[in-house]
């Protein structure tokens, strides 16, 4: 307790100084706690409102992925350059040392490994909200089969994790799975990401379509596109140029960086879009005049 003795008595109230009532800059999210805007904060960078996110969960159930045969070594080198790591607890406790300080979208759930045929009979919620309380988790990311035989288990895991979210103050990201035979355009992404936001998904991972700002303006929380299979740098640049103009609040890539020749420049390249405005063909520049230096 401060010292009683010889305090000063209260002068200066500011009078003058209205307060603020700014609204919380994150889509749908102005009405959540205090703890909660703290960790999007995190996630969604307050200068630009948007973030980048680099994943490498991808072992969940691919097993070593190309790219990520060696997380220590490859993910170690590049992850300074994110806003977020999004990876499993399995992966983050073994290989990334906890002193890069960055926030944590921690996947919580498992599903059927690639061995089987059908990948769409639905996630396990996979971690308890003790341990990615004790991980230092920003957010916790469940996988949902809108549309597939998983439908059902994959809401009612998404449901759970939201009420734990909002009992200690983290955010559920909501990611849209794409199954062999799903559509991928706006009419289901939009479906998909409404029903995740609903369900109470504080943000939700989808795939860049066509019309994507269609998929934008129907989901009432921010929405961040994954980066699917690799593709040329200038490609995968002009793909998150145009989901952020069509609306999306960031990127969440895993291949199109770490399996990039140079992944570094790419996730930097990456951050010129997402937080500097840069368009697909200016972002590749920067690529290119970084790889030769
Ligand atoms: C897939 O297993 C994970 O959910 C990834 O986080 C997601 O697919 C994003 O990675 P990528 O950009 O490689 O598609």
Redesign the pocket.
């Known amino acids: 307790m401060a010292d009683a003795v010889g305090n000063k008595a209260a002068h200066e109230y500011y009078l003058d100084v209205p307060v603020k009532k700014t609204p919380f800059y994150a889509k749908g999210l102005n009405n959540t706690d205090w703890g909660m805007k703290d960790r999007l904060s995190r996630i969604f960078q307050p200068q630009s409102g948007n973030t980048v996110m680099l994943?490498f969960?991808?072992g969940y159930?691919q097993g070593p992925t190309a790219g990520l045969e060696r997380l220590d070594v490859v993910i170690e080198n590049i992850c300074d350059h994110a806003d977020v790591l999004?990876a499993t607890r399995g992966a983050l406790r073994s290989c990334i040392s906890p002193t890069h300080n960055k926030a944590v979208c921690l996947r919580a759930t498992h599903d059927m490994s690639v061995l089987f045929e059908d990948l769409s009979t639905g996630s396990g919620f996979s971690v308890d909200i003790e341990d990615a309380i004790r991980m230092n988790a920003s957010a916790i990311a469940m996988q949902c089969f809108v549309g597939a035989a998983g439908e059902r288990d994959s809401l009612e895991n998404l449901c759970r994790a939201a009420d734990l979210g909002y009992k200690y103050g983290i955010p559920v990201l909501g990611?849209t799975a794409v199954g062999k035979e799903m559509a991928r355009n706006a009419r289901y992404f939009s479906l998909a990401c409404r029903i995740l936001a609903e369900n109470g998904a504080s943000f939700v991972k989808t795939y860049y379509c066509d019309d994507f700002e269609k998929v934008v303006a129907s989901c009432p929380v921010p929405i961040v596109i994954?980066?699917?299979k690799k593709l040329p740098e200038d490609e995968a640049l002009e793909m998150a140029y145009r989901a952020i103009a069509s609306g999306a609040n960031g990127v969440?890539?895993?291949?199109?960086v770490f399996q990039s020749e140079h992944p570094v420049e790419m996730l930097l390249a990456i951050r010129k879009v997402v937080h500097e405005g840069f368009n697909g063909k200016q972002a590749y520049e920067y690529f290119l005049d970084s790889i030769n230096k």
């Open positions: 994943a969960d991808h159930f999004m990611v994954a980066g699917g969440d890539m895993g291949r199109n």
